[in-house]
């Protein structure tokens, strides 16, 4: 009798370790999955504009924050698979973060621009961060802080949590149109990319007082840059081995650059303009896909030889990449085909389609322990 009076508080109780969300942008809809039976399990709807949507866990990995391009910041429960809340924040919004100690939630918005944080747990917003234009790159950092750049004034703003208030530093001379930002695992270098430089700039938030220096100055000198149909994306995952690799604006490569020293140390010719650029967790391979219109088509890299290894076209409009924990699997969101994709890593063998609504961003909820993402 006195074991079962022990267990029977955990009878009902779910592990969320190897789910996940899929976010469904044209029904405003997340598909919730299991990675481990690499099935849908239900879906959660009523979250309005999710094109360009995504979201961060709450450290226990019940809760999540999405973003939506509507200004709109709505907590789901993954376990029960229902909205707990939703506010209006913004008119047009581009991405947030949740800090360290999963206290707070901040948005970054295109309009009315600034940042936005909130409560984490009620939602209730506790900072308004005005910043006269569009704020992009936001990530979260140690020590409850956030840092992010702003588009219109070239400037990179660390917002400092850690009291209970916005206390903000700001960083000018990042360069001309920052469009995107990565951070460092270990929070330490905050690399910006630059729609308006040949270069990139980076933050070594170590320092006291962090000095903008430039990387990969004049990568596409001599060469003529190509239209851009769709934003690279840096992030966190860029991290292969030693290398960064990242996405090269206009072109078709991806370039390598030294984690600690920040020298170029390679470049790969692509199939076309990278848009992601992910190193797999164990930094061996990094897969890559494009813009339209060559969205169809996913490179594989040897962070060894930086050559190509593997090309392959799982459909029409693939948009993201996520792979478990450990790598072993990625799964894709092939848009156009209404489907989320499984590959075995190794073999690259498909392993399982599964059906969603116009499929983008893939969230695990391995995310919630990883800095920056």
Not at 32 to 43: L, P
Not at 61 to 85: H, P
Not at 129 to 143: A, E, M, N, W, Y
Not at 216 to 243: C, F, I, N, S, T
């Amino acid at each position: 009798m006195a074991l079962f009076a022990l267990a029977a508080p955990f009878a009902h109780a779910q592990a969320t370790g190897d789910l996940g969300l899929v976010v469904e942008r044209a029904s405003g809809s997340l598909l919730v999955v299991d990675q481990s039976d690499r099935a849908r399990i239900g879906r959660i709807e009523g979250l309005g504009d999710l094109s360009h949507a995504s979201l961060v866990y709450s450290p226990d990995e019940r809760f999540a924050y999405v973003f939506g391009r509507d200004g709109g910041l709505t907590k789901v429960d993954i376990i029960a698979q229902s909205i707990v809340g939703r506010v209006m924040q913004a008119g047009n919004s581009i991405g947030g973060a949740i800090s360290d100690d999963g206290e707070y939630v901040a948005v970054s918005n295109y309009e009315p621009g600034g940042v936005r944080i909130f409560d984490s747990e009620t939602l209730e917003m506790v900072a308004d961060i005005p910043s006269g234009g569009k704020t992009i790159g936001l990530v979260d950092v140690p020590g409850t802080r956030f840092v992010f750049s702003l588009w219109d004034k070239g400037e990179t703003w660390i917002a400092d949590m850690s009291g209970g208030e916005a206390e903000v530093t700001r960083i000018e001379g990042i360069g001309s149109n920052p469009y995107d930002a990565l951070v460092t695992g270990d929070g330490r270098t905050y690399i910006a990319g630059l729609f308006g430089e040949d270069h990139l700039t980076a933050l070594d938030l170590w320092q006291d007082s962090p000095a903008p220096r430039q990387i990969l100055p004049g990568y596409a000198e001599g060469r003529e840059g190509l239209p851009v149909y769709k934003m690279p994306h840096l992030e966190g995952w860029a991290l292969a081995g030693q290398d960064f690799v990242l996405p090269a604006m206009g072109q078709h490569e991806v370039l390598w650059v030294d984690a600690r020293s920040l020298k170029e140390t390679g470049r790969t010719a692509t199939y076309g303009q990278p848009v992601f650029a992910m190193a797999r967790p164990d930094g061996r391979h990094v897969w890559v896909n494009f813009a339209h219109p060559r969205n169809d088509t996913i490179q594989v890299i040897d962070s060894v030889t930086k050559q190509v290894i593997h090309q392959f076209s799982p459909g029409p409009g693939v948009l993201h990449m996520e792979f478990t924990p450990r790598g072993h699997e990625v799964w894709l969101s092939v848009r156009d085909a209404g489907k989320v994709m499984v590959y075995d890593t190794q073999t690259f063998e498909k392993l399982r389609e599964i059906e969603a609504e116009s499929p983008s961003g893939i969230f695990f909820t391995a995310r919630a322990h990883r800095t920056g993402l």
